[in-house]
């Protein structure tokens, strides 16, 4: 696994055998990615004369090598292909040294590279929320069985056999930032490639390494986004490996997080610490290598009801100039800590309140576009939604 540095974007390509991804690979190279192909690593770890060759015949003896002494890797899957037990210790082999020699191209690719890394398994090995982003190249099955028996040579029933031991579309989208379809002509592909290029990869990159985050001028209420939860558990897999080997608490929070409501197309994050004191401690750096820089200035929640004083906080925002996103990080137990999801909560559960809410805001996003005052303007609602919701959350027992 890779970590982060902030020198550089991350990209995870993957895709079912037959998919097209190494086309889309190869036209990333033609834009200026640096490609880190893992297939061609893995064949590169166990060429002959290598130590990963050795300890493969060890474990598999001589059977799995060709006339030339190479590795017959068609003779090696028929061995590990279907045994659980040979499977992990052909992996405990090969994956620690494909992991080694990514890592060493990644630190000599430039410090404004955006790097591409073709992993045919990143799903099945849980692998997507060590990048910036996820691209996954999504074809038809039957167009991929055509590919594999025209190029590759297999028959329908091996080429079927191939995709279905590997992860189904619905695995690859759960964890997919971009889906490339490829049903179509090679120029509509590279039209797609080309346009990922241009409007996301390069400011995305550029955003990474300025530190500067994505932030919406005006409020444009968007209505309700099924895939806004999904969103959201992609952001925070890649806070929970950029905070690893702590294991904080995350939250899906603000109108995105409940059902039905319509909202800035935003997703509100709270990210729960001890202190503030950890909030500006190396936390903030690794956060900012994972594409969630701090904000500037300084930050708090209002308190409710409304009086002096304010509840202090750190806001950090996404790099990725397509999916804006604000990280709350707020103390365990603190009064904004425990509005955040109570507001959520009380929302989630009465639908006359949800209702209420959503009139305010659309009433105040026609009359206060600009975020500042939109913010302000439904200060009042609030206070009285905040005595609404401690009155259901003692009557119901609720706790954060």
């Given at each position: 696994?890779?970590?982060?540095?902030?020198?550089?974007?991350?990209?995870?390509?993957?895709?079912?055998?037959?998919?097209?991804?190494?086309?889309?690979?190869?036209?990333?190279?033609?834009?200026?990615?640096?490609?880190?192909?893992?297939?061609?690593?893995?064949?590169?770890?166990?060429?002959?004369?290598?130590?990963?060759?050795?300890?493969?015949?060890?474990?598999?003896?001589?059977?799995?090598?060709?006339?030339?002494?190479?590795?017959?890797?068609?003779?090696?899957?028929?061995?590990?292909?279907?045994?659980?037990?040979?499977?992990?210790?052909?992996?405990?082999?090969?994956?620690?040294?494909?992991?080694?020699?990514?890592?060493?191209?990644?630190?000599?690719?430039?410090?404004?590279?955006?790097?591409?890394?073709?992993?045919?398994?990143?799903?099945?090995?849980?692998?997507?929320?060590?990048?910036?982003?996820?691209?996954?190249v999504q074809t038809?099955?039957?167009?991929?069985?055509?590919?594999?028996?025209?190029?590759?040579?297999?028959?329908?029933?091996?080429?079927?056999?191939?995709?279905?031991?590997?992860?189904?579309?619905?695995?690859?989208?759960?964890?997919?930032?971009?889906?490339?379809?490829?049903?179509?002509?090679l120029d509509d592909?590279?039209?797609?490639?080309?346009?990922?290029?241009?409007?996301?990869?390069?400011?995305?990159?550029?955003?990474?390494?300025?530190?500067?985050?994505?932030?919406?001028?005006?409020?444009?209420?968007?209505?309700?986004?099924?895939?806004?939860?999904?969103?959201?558990?992609?952001?925070?897999?890649?806070?929970?490996?950029?905070?690893?080997?702590?294991?904080?608490?995350?939250?899906?929070?603000?109108?995105?997080?409940?059902?039905g409501l319509a909202?800035?197309?935003?997703?509100?994050?709270?990210?729960?610490?001890?202190?503030?004191?950890?909030?500006?401690?190396?936390?903030?750096?690794?956060?900012?290598?994972?594409?969630?820089?701090?904000?500037?200035?300084?930050?708090?929640?209002?308190?409710?009801?409304?009086?002096?004083?304010?509840?202090?906080?750190?806001?950090?925002?996404?790099?990725?100039?397509?999916?804006?996103?604000?990280?709350?990080?707020?103390?365990?137990?603190?009064?904004?800590?425990?509005?955040?999801?109570?507001?959520?909560?009380?929302?989630?559960?009465?639908?006359?309140?949800?209702?209420?809410?959503?009139?305010?805001?659309?009433?105040?996003?026609?009359?206060?576009?600009?975020?500042?005052?939109?913010?302000?303007?439904?200060?009042?609602?609030?206070?009285?939604?905040?005595?609404?919701?401690?009155?259901?959350?003692?009557?119901?027992?609720?706790?954060?």
């Open positions: 696994m890779i970590r982060l540095t902030g020198r550089v974007l991350m990209v995870g390509l993957t895709g079912g055998i037959g998919s097209g991804k190494s086309a889309v690979a190869s036209r990333l190279a033609e834009r200026g990615a640096v490609i880190v192909d893992s297939d061609r690593i893995a064949r590169e770890v166990v060429a002959p004369d290598t130590e990963g060759l050795a300890e493969i015949v060890a474990a598999f003896s001589e059977r799995v090598l060709d006339a030339e002494g190479a590795l017959d890797r068609a003779a090696l899957g028929d061995v590990v292909f279907g045994d659980d037990t040979a499977r992990r210790r052909l992996e405990a082999i090969t994956h620690p040294r494909v992991r080694a020699r990514s890592a060493e191209l990644v630190a000599a690719a430039p410090a404004d590279a955006v790097v591409v890394n073709d992993v045919p398994l990143l799903v099945e090995v849980g692998l997507a929320p060590t990048f910036h982003l996820v691209v996954v038809e099955v039957a167009t991929r069985v055509q590919r594999l028996a025209r190029h590759r040579g297999m028959s329908r029933a091996e080429a079927e056999r191939r995709i279905a031991a590997q992860a189904d579309d619905a695995r690859r989208q759960a964890v997919a930032d971009v889906v490339l379809h490829n049903d179509g002509t592909l590279h039209a797609a490639v080309d346009a990922l290029w241009q409007d996301r990869l390069l400011p995305y990159e550029r955003n990474v390494r300025q530190r500067r985050a994505v932030r919406p001028e005006r409020v444009v209420l968007t209505e309700p986004d099924p895939t806004w939860p999904q969103q959201y558990a992609r952001l925070a897999a890649r806070i929970r490996h950029a905070a690893a080997p702590a294991d904080p608490r995350v939250d899906h929070i603000g109108s995105t997080a409940v059902p909202a800035k197309d935003v997703i509100d994050i709270q990210l729960t610490v001890d202190s503030l004191e950890e909030a500006d401690g190396p936390l903030a750096e690794r956060l900012a290598r994972a594409g969630f820089p701090r904000l500037p200035g300084e930050w708090w929640d209002n308190p409710r009801p409304a009086g002096d004083g304010r509840w202090e906080k750190r806001l950090h925002g996404s790099a990725d100039p397509a999916r804006p996103a604000y990280l709350h990080l707020r103390v365990a137990g603190s009064p904004g800590w425990r509005y955040a999801l109570l507001m959520r909560d009380h929302l989630r559960a009465d639908p006359d309140q949800r209702a209420a809410y959503l009139m305010v805001k659309r009433e105040l996003a026609a009359a206060a576009p600009d975020n500042g005052a939109y913010g302000t303007a439904k200060d009042p609602w609030f206070d009285e939604e905040h005595l609404r919701a401690e009155e259901w959350a003692a009557r119901t027992g609720w706790r954060p």
